[in-house]
């Protein structure tokens, strides 16, 4: 399996960036890491692993991102405005650098998003945010209300970030043609977000699938056997 280190200046960041892409060949997945995780995680949990005869089938290249959720959503130390403000210039650079690095290497028109945890709402709000670059969206036990992040805090900056609020009112055609996963489990501590953001999606007539595990908990087990069950839709 061929794994690569990539590592250069963002002008959106201002600030240095660093992702893995594990695979040549297939097509592109932006996969998150979990609540303050680093582009690392995924491997170290063993879901690229649970997923390495796609890659190395050339079906799929994996761009492991970095997060800055420490400066972003869960940056306690700055007013919640500047929180939403940094995550959209990080928004900025998954679209503006990092997609676009993803379609040039793979030749693929769109990209994939996916995620666990806290990554799973990275997925859904590039995804939902973008639905004309995003085919495919696989969240695996993801949270989609920001708000809890604010300390009471909201703008427009803020529902434009919260897929449970500007998703009832989108019309953008892509998205009824974009492929969504809701994964959770019965003892998933977001098993309620998910119940919630697969009725959004029903009510827009949206097709999804809402995938609720049976004994089974929010955690890499779990997302282990989820990802490449998923991964087999393509």
């Known amino acids: 399996m061929v794994e690569e280190y990539k590592k250069w200046y963002s002008h959106n960041l201002n600030a240095d960036f660093e992702l893995l892409t594990f695979g040549q060949s297939g097509y592109p997945i932006l996969l998150f890491p979990t609540s303050m995780g680093r582009y690392f995680e995924n491997k170290d949990f063993k879901l690229i692993e649970s997923v390495q005869h796609f890659i190395e089938a050339g079906k799929i290249k994996i761009y492991c991102v970095d997060s800055i959720d420490k400066l972003s959503w869960y940056n306690k ?57 995003v085919s495919h969206m696989f969240s695996m036990s993801g949270a989609f209300d920001i708000r809890g992040q604010l300390d009471g805090f909201y703008n427009d900056d803020v529902y434009f970030n919260n897929p449970v609020d500007y998703l009832s009112h989108d019309q953008n055609r892509e998205l009824w043609n974009m492929k969504i996963i809701l994964g959770t489990s019965d003892r998933d501590m977001c098993k309620g977000d998910n119940e919630k953001l697969s009725g959004i999606l029903n009510e827009k007539g949206i097709g999804h699938w809402l995938d609720i595990r049976q004994n089974a908990d929010h955690d890499w087990p779990t997302w282990r056997q989820m990802f490449p069950e998923y991964l087999s839709q393509l």
């Open 77 to 133: 130390d700055i007013h919640p405005a500047d929180r939403v403000k940094n995550h959209i210039w990080y928004d900025k650079l998954l679209l503006e650098e990092v997609s676009s690095l993803a379609r040039q290497e793979t030749g693929h028109d769109r990209i994939i998003t996916a995620g666990c945890s806290f990554g799973g709402y990275h997925a859904a709000n590039f995804a939902f945010r973008h639905p004309w670059l």
